[in-house]
């Protein structure tokens, strides 16, 4: 596979973002809760990955987490997206980050918007355990 372009300046990966953003929504991506994370598989072997990032300041108190590293990868393992994020770029929700500008790159700011989807479809194994109580 050649070389994948830059994702700042490539449109598609944008597109892209907002695809699996879409996606989660509608509830076609099963997102599961790690220890450090989220994690999602696609059709044709994709995968996709967000780590939080430390917990410290008001933005924990509001959004609960924030995201540190989000990646996409193939079927191989190989790595199609990657997009970091460092603390003092993170404002939570769309609402401030609209009123200060947005961040320094559209990208991130889909990346966001898809956290906050994530956040909010996003299951692990104490809501697998109460959905089985709530079977009985």
């Known amino acids: 596979m050649g070389s994948l372009p830059t994702p700042t300046f490539d449109p598609r990966y944008i597109k892209l973002v907002k695809t699996i953003t879409a996606k989660t929504r509608e509830g076609r991506l099963e997102w599961q809760r790690t220890g450090t994370g989220t994690i999602a598989s ?8 967000f780590v939080f990032g430390p917990g410290s300041g008001l933005a ?12 996409i990868r193939d079927r191989d393992g190989n790595e199609i997206l990657k997009v970091t994020q460092e603390r003092s770029a993170v404002v939570p929700g769309p609402l401030p980050q ?14 966001t918007e898809l956290f ?3 956040q909010q479809a996003a299951r692990d194994k104490l809501d ?6 709530d079977q009985i």
């Open 42 to 49: 696609a059709a044709a072997g994709l995968e996709f990955n």
């Open 60 to 71: 924990d108190l509001i959004s609960g987490r924030w995201w540190a590293l989000f990646t």
């Open 98 to 111: 609209a009123l200060l500008g947005g961040s320094e790159s559209p990208l991130k700011d889909a990346v």
């Open 116 to 118: 906050g989807a994530v």
């Open 128 to 133: 697998d355990i109460i959905d089985a109580i």
